[in-house]
Every structure is written in structure tokens, then in C-alpha cells.
């Protein structure tokens, strides 16, 4: 049984309730049994339980993070004893959206309570969806009226849309569904990211691009708001020659969570990659499988939001002058809007010799 446990995010009117009814069809419809774990800030405030019910908002915040983990454990725990193939657990909204309501020692607070940090929140979901508010580029369709809990401006529900994107910034999976088409459309797109990550044949294929770039300011990136550095150290194993197959320990600061990708080739011409979480113990258990072949490497990624599209730049200790940048995309031809500060040399998609898989060859 697969067991995937994913994040639908946004600001204020972006289409979260909307998007729960697509997601149950489309992926019932391919086999999945989809369960919902609801908002829980939602839940409390309904039962009493609110910030300004609560002694202060750190109080409440400890209270709703808490409630938060717990659903997400009991669902996992009613999931894993299903007897089906496939479930897909999605959350109206993930824990690390309760940040943007405290501040620095709120959330510090919070973490101490619940002994843990924000690799290990925001990671322990396999991917984030963030539906932009209405009010960033859909102004006329942003509305109070169908959330008696909405009380935000425009101005006040695009403030929120950046910093609950800035959250979730880091996570290897982030993927944000803006306002550019319709809202019919804007659906049919998180359809189709979501039905990506999973693998599925819709929308399945790998569409990153990858970018040869000068080797750019660290200093400048990491002063950035909307930026973060990931450790990453990759190893390859043992696999067909029809495959790829890779873990990886990511995280900071003494953080790590651990994946497993397979890459496989379909009709002889394009990839299908699917990612996994495994345990410590898991990860330490394939590393014995390592490809002798190839190195293990070594590198820090910078992931970095500019104009709702999220970029992926890969810094290697054996270069000093250059780096890789890469951006993944979900439609052929789709603009791409580089970040000012970063010079690209050329694109070097086709380029295998650019690919960490080959930088990895001893």
C-alpha cells in the first residue's frame, strides 16, 4: 500500500474548499482512496477555542499545532489499515501555515512544546499545493462572502498569500497555482501538479529545465526573505539500465529527513521520477547498495521564490565559478521569469554531463 500525504495551502480565497471536491474526483477516479484531514484552526475556533479565548496566541498556537499532528497521526494510522492499493491523504492546510500567526518567539515556543523543528514539520509532508488568493491577479473574484471567517483586505490577503509561501519555501516539492488562467483552469493546473508528483499519466512526465549560471552572491541569497538553504547529500545505488535510483538526507542545521527517487525511462524518450520518504534507518540500510561507480555528492541547494515560480539552485564545493539552476513546469512554453541577480550563461537541459548523476561519476 502508498501511502502519500500531501498539503492544499493559499491565502485567503485562493479555492482550497473548491479544490477538495476536484481532487476527490479526479483521484478516486484513478484508483486512489482519498482522505481529507480538515483545518483544524476551523475546528477550534468553532468549539471555543480561539486566540483571543485562550490566555495568549502562543497558548493557542501550541494547542493548535498539537490537534494538527495528532489528526494527521490518527489518519495515517486508520490509512495504513485499509486494505487497498493507493491512498492519497491530503490536508487543508499543514502545520507550518500556523507561522505566519506568530511571531519569532511564538513559534520558537511551539516547537519547544512539541519537541521538534522546522525541517521535521515542514518535510513530513510529501508535497505542498499553494493556491494564490484571488486577490493577486483575480482581484474582482476576491470576496468575503463565502467565509464568515475572511476578514482580510486585499491588500491584508496578498500580505498573507507571500508569507504563507515563504513558510513553506524549502520544501523539495512546492508547487504554487496562480491566477493566470480561469479558475476552472486554475483547478484543471493543481490537477495535474498533483497527478505529477504522484506519477500518474497525466501531466506525469519530467518537465525541469536546468540552467548554467554564474556562481552567484551566497550572502545576497541567504539574506533574501523568500529563500532557503538546504544540505543535501546525495548517493546513487545499484539499478537497471532502464532506471535510476537515488537517496538523498536533506535538511539543516543538523535536521535531516531522508527520500528515495526512482527515475524510469517510458517509451525510450521521457521519465517518470517518484520520490519516497524512508525512515534513518531505512537510508542507512540502501546506502549499502551504493553504486561504486559514482561519488556521493555533496551540495548546497538554494530555493528561491521569484514571481510565483520556484527556483532550485544547486552550489557544489568542486565549483567556484558556476552553479546549476533549475525550475520544474507543468506546460510546454511556459515563461520563465529568472530572478534579476542571477546571471544565466545557457540552458543546458539536454546537457547530461550538467546532470548530478554525472557529476557524480568517478
Known sequence: MELTKIVITGGPCGGKSTAMSWIQNAFATMGYTVLFVPETATELISGG?????????????????????????????????????????????????????????????????LNTNEIELRDNYDAVFHLVTAAKGAVEFYTLSNNAARIESVEQAIAMDDKFI????????????????????????????ISSFLGETLGAYDSKRRFLIEYPDLEALERNPNCQRIEIIQTYLKSNADEEVRVRQRGYGGHYIYYKTVRRLVGGQKRVEVEKRLTQSQYLTLLMEADTTRRQVRKNRYCLMHEGQYFEIDVYPFWDHQAILEIEQSEEGQEIHFPPELKILREVTEDERYETSALAVI
Open 49 to 113: 477555542v480561539a486566540p483571543w479565548t485562550c490566555g495568549t496566541n502562543g497558548e493557542y498556537q501550541k494547542c493548535q499545532m498539537k490537534l494538527q499532528l495528532e489528526k494527521e497521526k490518527v489518519f495515517e494510522q486508520g490509512a495504513r489499515s485499509m486494505k487497498v492499493d493507493k491512498i492519497l491523504m491530503v490536508c487543508d492546510r499543514g502545520a507550518l501555515d500556523n507561522k505566519v500567526y506568530m511571531n519569532e518567539e511564538e513559534y520558537q515556543a511551539v516547537l519547544d512544546f
Open 166 to 193: 515563504h513558510c513553506w519555501t524549502g520544501h523539495p516539492h512546492l508547487r504554487v497555482i496562480d491566477n493566470s488562467t480561469n479558475f476552472e483552469n486554475k483547478m484543471k493546473r493543481l490537477i495535474a501538479e
